[in-house]
């Protein structure tokens, strides 16, 4: 595609229920990153993957958080037993191979809020 | 790792020069400096980088000090759009990967 695309752009879900974001990279886009980002406050990283493998997941705040891209192209982040805390807005980010400095293409974000 | 420091807020009128500084000082020899921004709920948005030497593109001019230490982000025109908060960021490795780990950035303010 064009861009990073994000879905959905909205999630309201309640506390306790498993939500499941989606992120497809720009096509061709080797490494994709996950991260997430409170009001006022710059994105935190949360993990990234090289093609299908997840090279770092160190910034995953507990076992409740998991991510996979199966076929090295979408990818799912995915929150089990949502608490009120995990409210944020999650960003997807692509980069290219060749390009490992830094250069990411973000998409527009899934902002998620657990009531 | 290197981690920087930017002045939490700034602000510039229309039309001058916008320099946005950054602090690197424990930057390694094979780090790059980038910038990005953000504008309102948008992602970050991509908008120079540089190792060693000055750089300079469409959108932007990138000064790097020769002990490499500090940066300068130079927006030579502002325009009210460039309204936004600025993230200098230093790649540095977490077990092997390179993982571009974001502050709290800038927030630069253009009036009229």
């Known amino acids: 595609g064009a861009g990073v695309s994000q879905s959905p752009r909205y999630k309201v879900t309640k506390r306790g229920q498993d939500v499941a974001l989606r992120c497809d990279p720009i096509?061709?886009?080797?490494?994709l990153y996950w991260y997430r980002q409170a009001l006022g406050q710059g994105p935190e990283f949360l993990t990234y993957?090289?093609?299908?493998?997840?090279?770092?997941k160190s910034g995953l705040p507990n076992d409740r958080f998991s991510a996979e891209r199966p076929e090295g192209s979408i990818s799912t982040l995915t929150i089990q037993r949502t608490e009120q805390r995990d409210s944020a807005m999650y960003r997807c980010?692509?980069?290219?191979?060749?390009?490992?400095?830094?250069?990411?293409?973000f998409g527009s974000g899934t902002q998620l809020s657990v009531l | 790792d290197a981690k920087t420091t930017q002045p939490t807020s700034m602000d510039c009128a229309e039309g001058r020069a916008a320099n946005l500084p950054c602090n690197h000082s424990?930057?390694?020899?094979?780090?790059?400096v980038y910038w990005y921004r953000q504008i309102h709920s948008q992602g970050p948005q991509y908008i120079i980088h540089?190792?060693?030497n000055n750089e300079t593109n469409e959108m932007a001019s990138l000064i790097i000090t020769e002990d490499r230490k500090s940066s300068t982000l130079i927006l030579p025109h502002a325009t009210l759009r460039d309204t936004a908060v600025y993230y200098c960021?230093?790649?540095?490795?977490?077990?092997?990967?390179?993982?571009?780990?974001f502050g709290r950035g800038t927030s630069l303010i253009v009036h009229p």
């Open positions: 980010a692509s980069s290219g191979y060749r390009d490992r400095v830094g250069k990411l293409f």
């Open positions: 096509s061709g886009h080797v490494s």
């Open positions: 993957f090289n093609y299908e493998a997840q090279q770092d």
């Open positions: 424990t930057i390694s020899g094979n780090e790059y």
């Open positions: 540089g190792l060693k």
């Open positions: 960021i230093v790649r540095f490795p977490s077990g092997g990967s390179y993982i571009p780990t």
